[in-house]
């Protein structure tokens, strides 16, 4: 049977705001839900400029049994361990504002692999999950938030040799993180590719290694573009199916901000 990609780390941090489990409405139906999620990234950490980015997390059940759910979280430039179990009823859902600090007892900014599992802490073939994110902060000298909506993945869709990225922003105004989930045992190197106005370098690459089981968010070189695209390539091939790149743009004064997962785009 089919073993977990990735097991998840526990560390400290203070619990802010509490879970809550509630029943899905009647009506309420997903076409998709599958076994196995990613959030390629997660947190709960300390930005520039005066934010505080949380993870505001709903999982939800569509079985009609209980399902052991297993949360994997996998911490920027750290290896995964163990998973944090949950039991989510048959038809019901979990949901927190703080979703990494509060159920994980984690900190800082990451991944999450969700998976449902067996009694044999197996990938169970029949978990139906589904799941949202929304990455929140507090916006600076206001009493509102801002706020980007993080896509789940499924991990049977992830297929990547090459990422696309595009429709973040670069420039005085704005900033922009790229984050690389590497969900192989072994060390993995890849190189990001930004696009230029400058002639003379059209093309900026910069070269990171992801360790195993791990992300690395890294931020992007202040380089005029005029119509920002990035790219992100392994240096030596890898299975398709482990690893996931993503963009994360935000603005430099309020904190709003959006993030696009990279797709294969040739």
């Not at 309420?28 to 839900?33: D, E, G, I, K, L």
């Not at 911490?75 to 949901?95: D, F, Q």
Request: with cysteine; charged share 10%.
């Amino acid at each position: 049977m089919q073993k977990l990609l990735a097991p998840l780390l526990l560390l400290c941090s203070l619990p802010l705001f509490a879970q809550r489990q509630f029943t899905i409405a009647p009506e309420a139906a997903m076409a998709t839900p599958v076994p196995q999620l990613l959030f390629a990234g997660s947190g709960s950490a300390q930005g520039a400029n005066g934010t505080f980015f949380h993870s505001d997390i709903t999982v939800l059940n569509y079985r009609s049994a209980d399902q052991q759910v297993a949360f994997t979280w996998i911490p920027n430039g750290g290896t995964a361990g163990p998973p944090t179990m949950m039991t989510i009823n048959a038809g019901s859902g979990v949901i927190s504002q703080d979703f990494v600090a509060s159920n994980l007892h984690q900190s800082g900014v990451g991944s999450l692999l969700i998976t449902g599992v067996d009694a044999m802490g197996n990938l169970d073939p029949n978990a139906r999950l589904y799941a949202t994110e929304r990455v929140w902060t507090p916006e600076p000298g206001t009493t509102g938030t801002t706020s980007q909506t993080f896509p789940a993945i499924a991990t049977s869709d992830i297929n990547l040799t090459r990422a696309t990225i595009l429709g973040q922003r670069l420039d005085t105004q704005y900033r922009t993180n790229v984050g690389i989930v590497n969900l192989d045992n072994v060390d993995r190197s890849f190189a990001i590719l930004q696009t230029t106005d400058d002639p003379n370098n059209p093309v900026n690459q910069s070269n990171v290694t992801v360790p195993a089981r791990s992300m690395v968010q890294v931020p992007l070189p202040l380089l005029a573009s005029s119509a920002l695209q990035i790219a992100v390539q392994p240096l030596v091939a890898i299975n398709p199916a482990l690893w996931m790149a993503y963009g994360s743009s935000v603005d430099n004064v309020t904190g709003d901000s959006w993030s696009s997962l990279g797709f294969q785009a040739r």
